[in-house]
């Protein structure tokens, strides 16, 4: 009789444990790199799903080097019970899948999108010790100086680097690829002279290029950017076929719930869509870009075909 009741009292707390409403404890938000410009966004994100849920949302850094793939390998292997999410961004999710055959997990098979968040264009910036002031003025400095001229990213296999190789294909250039660990180490040595030019989004270099200590040369969006309009495209640079975007977005675990996912969605896409949420979008650097999770999903494809196809390119 004792064991009868307490299978049924443990029958019983299990019920009621599974009845309870999502969220009913804290959630997780794994950010890929050191405490720095994504946390910002992530706050941002888990913020809206605060107010609206009433759980906290806990940031959790796991930087480990090569380009953000540890951390998002940490959340394909979490339990797909909505409490565990990541701030994605192109490097680990459709770049490093493209360069990488070793890679240890599969973002196409064990992510599932929630929501897109917003994008920002890469900018190519250079040394304003570099004797060009246009693309077509850098491409003819490159082509007089073959292997002498050095570009940086923050790693193998980052968008950066593969946007690097894309110019390299276009233009014909011999510039050499130096990698470092993370864009801060790489900007650094950009602004010191140590390497020639550094292609990265928006908001990492907008307030260096505004106070002059580096110069912009080109965006990779197909239009001009509303924050920096004197910037032409790389295509009305000359150079067409350049074309690509860093975004954010928040994916979660292969087998959430699909009304976990919608829930988290409809939250994300109602806090951001205000006024409120549009400006500190904007303030981020960064253009609003919501909606659905088969929106984020058609994007995550396209971009892997797009990165796949360059690096088959390059020989990687």
């Known amino acids: 009789m004792r064991v009868l009741v307490a299978a049924i009292i443990g029958l019983a707390a299990l019920s009621e444990a599974v009845a309870q409403p999502y969220p009913n404890r804290p959630i997780k938000m794994v950010v890929r790199f050191a405490p720095g410009c994504a946390d910002v966004m992530a706050r941002l994100v888990g913020d809206q799903i ?8 806990v940031i959790e850094n796991r930087p480990g080097g090569a380009g953000g793939t540890v ?31 070793a890679l240890d997990y599969d973002p196409l098979k064990q992510l599932v999108p929630v929501a897109m968040i917003a994008q920002t264009p890469f900018v190519v910036t250079i040394n304003p010790g570099v004797p060009a002031k246009t693309v077509a003025e850098f491409v003819a400095y490159a082509k007089t100086n073959p292997g002498k001229v050095n570009y940086a990213s923050p790693g193998f296999g980052t968008s950066s680097h593969l946007f690097g190789e894309l110019i390299k294909q276009r ?11 993370g864009a801060t180490p790489a900007i650094a040595d950009l602004l010191a002279g140590q390497v020639q030019m550094f292609i990265d989004n928006l908001r990492n270099v907008q307030s260096f290029i505004q106070a002059g200590r580096l110069r912009a040369l ?5 239009k001009r950017h509303p924050e920096m309009p004197q910037l ?85």
């Open 171 to 181: 233009t014909g250039i011999e510039i050499v690829h130096v990698p470092y660990r």
């Open 71 to 101: 951390g998002t390998k940490f959340v394909t292997t979490a339990d797909p019970d909505g409490y565990t999410l990541t701030l994605a961004s192109p490097g680990p999710i459709t770049v490093a899948p493209a360069v990488n055959k």
């Open 50 to 57: 605060t107010a609206a849920l009433g759980q906290p949302v």
């Open 232 to 316: 032409p495209t790389m295509a009305e640079a000359g150079v067409p076929g350049v074309v690509g975007f860093y975004w954010n977005g928040v994916l979660a675990p292969a087998g959430t719930p699909q009304p976990v996912i919608d829930r988290l969605n409809t939250v994300i896409n109602d806090g951001l869509r205000t006024r409120e949420g549009q400006a500190s979008i904007t303030r981020l650097g960064m253009e609003s870009r919501l909606g659905s999770p088969q929106d984020f999903a058609k994007l995550i494809a396209q971009e892997h075909q797009y990165w796949a196809a360059v690096a088959r390119a390059a020989n990687f």
């Open 218 to 222: 080109a965006v990779t969006s197909e």
